[in-house]
């Protein structure tokens, strides 16, 4: 009996034993990340790098999201070291690479190749960048064969490095194309670190490496790409309630969404679905979807749906994710994005400064401008994206300084349908252009956006990548250089005085401005998207009146840079588009010097480069206000040159042309000319000998097309000239009454 007690309380002991000893509840292992790379990795340059560091915003991101232990995220940047091997620092031989190897991580994230772009290493060792690639992603996957690979297009590199002109740019692209040619071969996902900086040159105070805004933005682009969130279903803001989408031609719809996501987009009117398409979401979250051609009219409603790829999808097209983004997506709900009162017609864009910007109820036509938006009836849309402050002689607060850094300068009012209360605050010009096109076209939805900046100068209108390219000494120092008008220069530098005082707490010696190069693009244009509009008209160019061969540069590359961002788009290749048309207006009469050089530079503009006319404006300018108020006939000019070039109508559309110019009978001057008929002149013209002197001419005779000019001084007319004065009463037209041109001729012989 005692040895069975003895027994039962051992076994009651053991039992009682393995009861208390049960295994402790472990977290999980947690997902390590390996960020590799050089200086900008490191967080060179910052304060706190142990803060601000983008592994580390990286490292708060995941924690936020997916609980704190969930992932490890290591650092293991070295600043100036190079991918190829032979560089002058090779990462692999840094003690950095050796412990990346031995964090063994699960996630590799590698941004390298800044430092290649130095003399000393890609001149002799370009060839073995992609071998060095592809050997240092293998070094990865023998520690962890399991590990996932993400490779980044480099960070940008500024205008400001003081290599960029004389190598470092031309070599940073190429290895760009390097890189991509790594993931294009590789079991790796390609990160663009490259894009969503590259508009941001004062997040970069030495041209090269990130403050912390930067180094959150690019956390915020790597965290997107491990973890397939970027937001959710988005579009460009255009794309709004009683928008207008190109009529009779294949579109293409871009926008972003989370990664494996299915994309469902459906066209429907009065509750019929008229299309359904659909498609995925690809790795960094973008999405293309293409509809058919719809003929004009409308309205129709837009829904899109992000749906998550279920499991198997999952797994089909994404093959060796892990459980955390797994998990995450299972969770996910559908996202559904509804637009409505969507029309199909011709989709307009005007822009220019501050006589394109010149709304209705600042002109003297108003009262007949607001009576012909009455009678529309629903045929012209506007979107209106006016400046959020003006770039009048004020101090801008914190406020505006914050925001105009962010590229957030305009206001994006939505889609309204012209109507008077609505028409009364948009631009004049761009008003009645629409309206004599609506006239004209019937039954065809017109849509016209209009972003004019008063007092924005032509560059900055130009993209980044043009201007760095093309024309890389206008970016420079661009608050006092040469290139930019004294009056622009000093409007700028008082709108951001705040800024640029250094005892501020809001000082910023990088701080942005739309006067400056590429601003406008930024904030304007590329927000719009890649939408195939029918045309652009363009009222600028007094902000570069005082450089003609500058402007003549920078308009030429403002058409290529429009043209390349609104070609027509099909999945992955895109197709410029050369044959979108550019109207833009001949600045009017004002009493200063440049002004008609400036005006007859625009004359062989419109008449050199391919799809671009003129509407002429002389004849409406007030000598005491560069904003004349007379701006209905303004628009409805530009709607001639489009009604005729654009679509076809056969009617004259401008006023009379200068062909050529010979010498006449006892010493006059015979001009030649079309859309002629009905010649009318007064005054305006001058010739001038080989002395190059101008005299006062007199109109001999007008017969047919051609004119007769003479003046007694000049006894061999070698040059001729028309309405060469600041502010012209210069008053040749034709019968219907449109006016000609500044021009200067030499003589023909």
Known sequence: MKRFLILLTCLVALATGSMGARKPKTSPTPLRVACVGNSVTYGYGLRNRDRDAYPVRLQQMLDAKYGAGRFEVGNFGHSGSTLLYQGHRPYIQVPEFHQALDFKADWVVIHLGLNDTDPRNWPDWKEEFIPNYRALIDSFLVVNPKARILICKMTPIFDRHARFQSGTRDWHAQIQDAIEQVAEGAPVQLIDLYTPLHTRPDLFPDALHPNPEGAQILAKTVYGALTGDYGGIQLPPVYSNGMVLPRDEQLLIEGRADARREIRVVLSREGKVVETRGTFTFADGTWKVELPQMPAGGPYTLRLTATPLNPDHYRAYYPGQYPYQLENLTKAKAQTLTIDSVYFGDLWLASGQSNMELRVDQCNTQEQDLADAARLKGQLHLYNMPARARTDAVEWDDSVLTYTNQLRHMDFQGWKTASPEVVTKFSAVAFNFGRVLCDSLQDIPIGIICNAVGGSPTESWIDRTTLEWEFPNILRDWRNGDYGQLWARGRMTKNIAH?????????????????????????????????????????????????????????????QSWRKHFARRWRSEYQERPELPFYMVQLSSLPRPSWPAFRDSQRRLADALPMTWMAVSHDLGEAADVHYRTKRPVGERLALQALAHTYGHNLVSEGPVPMRFVKGLAETATLFFKNADGLAVTRGFELAGADGLFYPATIQQIEGDKIVLSAPEVKDPIEVRYGWSGFTEADLHNAQGLPASTFRLHRQF
Request: hydrophobic fraction near 45%; charge should be negative; proline fraction near 7%.
């Open 499 to 559: 800024a640029l005082n250094k005892e501020s707490a809001a000082f910023n010696a990088l701080q942005r401005h739309p006067y400056e190069p590429a601003y406008l693009f930024e904030a304007a244009i590329a927000p719009l998207g890649h939408l195939p509009i029918k045309g652009v008209i363009w009222y600028q160019g007094e902000s570069n009146t005082h450089n003609v061969e500058a402007h003549e540069r920078l308009f030429t590359l403002l058409e």
